[in-house]
Nanobody, 122 residues
Framework: QVQLVESGGGLVQAGGSLRLSCAASGRTFRSYAMGWSRQAPGKEREFVASISWSGDSTVYADSAKGRFTISRDNAKNTVYLQMNSLKPEDTAVYYC???????????????WGQGTQVTVSS
């Protein structure tokens, strides 16, 4: 099994930045594509970004492209989501996810964490 623990969420003003971290436990971290999804109150969970196991490929939702950056450090078993120019509509619980290929990270991941709250004030 792979365990994922998110951190870095909090309360920020519109236009501010946050960096989320996801620490993974297990010996097969490098073999997994990683990603982030989010869920706002009263809404369905939505895909945010994903990154291949090697870090060579990334995919972003339209809402995130140009503002968010996903990266990973396999030596530290950690994936990051740098969020800039935050908007109130970015308010959600952000979840880290892993899958054996990046095409399933946003739809049917093998594992995901418990989430970290991000709140953006007006």
């Amino acid at each position: 099994q792979v365990q994922l623990v998110e951190s870095g969420g909090g309360l920020v003003q519109a236009g501010g930045s946050l960096r989320l971290s996801c620490a993974a436990s297990g010996r097969t971290f490098r073999s997994y594509a990683m990603g982030w999804s989010r869920q706002a109150p009263g809404k369905e969970r939505e895909f945010v970004a994903s990154i291949s196991w090697s870090g060579d490929s990334t995919v972003y939702a339209d809402s995130a492209k140009g503002r968010f950056t996903i990266s990973r450090d396999n030596a530290k078993n950690t994936v990051y989501l740098q969020m800039n120019s935050l908007k109130p509509e970015d308010t959600a619980v952000y979840y880290c996810a892993s899958a054996t290929n990046m095409w399933r990270v946003g739809t049917n991941p093998d594992y995901w964490g418990q989430g970290t709250q991000v709140t953006v004030s007006s």
